[in-house]
């Protein structure tokens, strides 16, 4: 008898195959049987006029900077997600040197949520699994946080002895089983490198066989540039390449996804390893300082803080903010969404343009002022059209992943609805609703496509030996609820979620039993 068997579903096995009814079995913590006759178990579990698939697969998550202070990860679990990969944009824990640990590595998160008690990714690795989250988490090492260790928040190039000493870091990651090397090109301190930085680091990061996740450098006016200079670096360095959230922002703009999703489809054509992912939105989040000229960001938070404290400073920051205002970004579409206490704390949920007009202060002067009255804040910005993420979504080459941190249930602010509800939007709305994707093709965009660019091993497919990561639910039911005015509302439709072999969502609870640990990349 085996110790569970999901019963009497239609089995979707994340390849992309059509559905079959068959009985799955779980003994210790992976798929011990798959049958078309019945199975009986000790503990049985109905999935009758449901659908049995792979746990789901989050190629592109910020939740390393969440997950330890909120292991529970509620908001994956309810809508079937028992994987994350981490350490995107160029953003992660670790490495943490004497240079950044104080500043967190200039990620842009929240530092208080962290103990930042370790110094590289294996020290972080053993803090989570002690925490025991209830997913798992893949590890990739940002290149923000390695200039940081290195450069410190400096734009200028490193000298010999320092490029040695960052590809150093790139080779411990390695040996410690990180999955992946990123950068995020429009945050500092990486968008102070030149392109032969990046090529090094990605050379480094290729010898070791792990994967390359950019935010390229330009997702507006230049995005067709960005994306040629990603795909020419992974060539150059002879790297795997991943093109985070694919995306083209602001009207003069829309339906150049097209084209840039032509480039990567040309580029794998022609051999490299190339694919990237979306998610299932038209609006992104990031951060406001995001939005500054990219000469204001030098320096870090404090240096920050004083130019824009500083008259000439700040009037030649407006003018930067009001050169980019009406030709790539649109204050109307930047929606304040998570920000502390504060002169513009009852503010969240409104643009720049709506505050701007309820104070008599154009969008550039509001910019100021929020980061002057609670430094950086989180926001939500509307840009992007239905047609480029209906096109970016339809193309086998595209992940769905969520690009978010929140985990729990509820909270304060007015926070992208991604974090909530990604992959029940990918199943319902995009599959049963407007009918972009078959079932099929939307389980296997978020299970076997992303664990196989993570080369997350034994992860993503419903097959014998694989881990239980596995999840039932209601194709006719499955649903994203969050929405931008009210996001903190959790997916519906998903009965039941393991993780590892562990029940953590029973009969459409969530069970607070936690299953996930810290996963790490093994090389023969």
């Not at 039911?477 to 931008?484: F, G, K, L, N, Q």
């Not at 072999?501 to 459409?508: K, L, Q, R, S, T």
Request: charged share 20%; proline share 5%.
């Amino acid at each position: 008898m085996h110790d569970i068997v999901i019963t009497g579903g239609t089995v979707v096995d994340g390849t992309g195959t059509p559905g079959r009814r068959a009985d799955v079995a779980i003994d210790g913590g992976r798929i011990s049987a798959i049958s078309t006759a019945p199975l009986t178990g000790r503990r049985m579990i109905s999935a009758r006029d449901r659908v049995v698939t792979p746990g789901f697969v989050d190629l592109h998550s910020h939740a390393d900077f969440t997950l330890p202070s909120s292991p529970g990860a509620v908001t994956q679990l309810a809508q079937g997600v028992t994987t994350l990969v981490g350490g995107n944009c160029g953003h992660s824990p670790f490495p943490l040197t004497d240079r950044n640990r104080d500043t967190g590595g200039f990620a842009g998160f929240d530092p208080t949520t962290l103990g930042w008690e370790w110094s590289d990714a294996g020290g972080y690795a053993t803090m989570l699994d002690a925490v025991r989250p209830g997913v798992n988490l893949a590890l990739q090492i940002g290149h923000n946080m390695i200039r940081s260790a290195v450069l410190g928040a400096d734009d200028r190039a490193p000298d010999e002895s320092e490029s040695s000493e960052m590809r150093r870091h790139v080779d411990h990651a390695a040996a410690q089983g990180v999955h992946g090397f990123s950068t995020g090109l429009i945050y500092p301190p990486g968008l102070f490198a030149r392109k032969a930085e990046i090529i090094d680091l990605v050379r480094a990061a290729a010898a070791h066989d792990l994967l390359y996740s950019t935010h390229v450098r330009n997702e507006t006016d230049h995005v067709i540039e960005a994306v040629t200079e990603a795909i020419e670096t992974a060539r150059t360095a002879g790297a795997r390449l991943q093109v985070s959230h694919l995306k083209s922002m602001g009207p003069g703009n829309h339906g150049r996804a097209r084209q840039a999703l032509s480039l990567i489809a040309d580029a794998r054509a022609a051999g490299l390893d190339v694919a990237c992912d979306v998610y299932p939105y038209t609006a992104s989040s990031t951060s406001l300082a995001s939005r500054l000229p990219a000469w204001a960001l030098e320096g870090g938070a404090l240096a920050v803080a004083r130019r824009l404290g500083d008259p000439d400073g700040r009037a030649k920051v407006i003018h930067g903010l009001r050169e980019r205002f009406g030709r790539d970004i649109d204050p109307s579409g930047i929606v304040l969404a998570e920000l502390g206490p504060g002169p513009f704390q009852e503010q969240a949920g409104r643009s720049l343009t709506e505050i701007g007009a309820a104070l008599g202060m154009e969008p550039a002067m509001v910019v100021i002022a929020v980061l002057a009255g609670h430094g950086d804040v989180a926001i939500v910005n509307h840009a992007m059209a239905e047609e480029d993420v209906r096109t970016v979504l339809a193309s086998p080459l595209a992940a769905v992943a969520s690009d978010g941190w929140i985990l729990d249930a509820s909270g304060t602010g007015t926070p992208h609805p991604r974090s909530f509800g990604t992959f029940a939007r990918a199943l319902g709305h995009y599959v049963r609703e407007e009918h972009v994707l078959t079932l099929e093709e939307a389980v296997r965009k978020s299970t076997s496509l992303p664990a196989g660019r993570a080369r997350l091993t034994g992860r993503g497919r419903i097959a014998t030996g694989a881990a239980a990561d596995l999840v039932v639910l209601d194709p006719g039911r499955i649903a994203d609820r969050s929405t931008y005015d009210r996001p903190w509302r959790l997916a519906t439709g998903v009965d039941t979620v393991l993780v590892n072999g562990v029940i953590a969502v029973d009969d459409g609870e969530v069970t607070g039993a936690r299953g996930g640990k810290a996963l790490r990349l093994t090389r023969p």
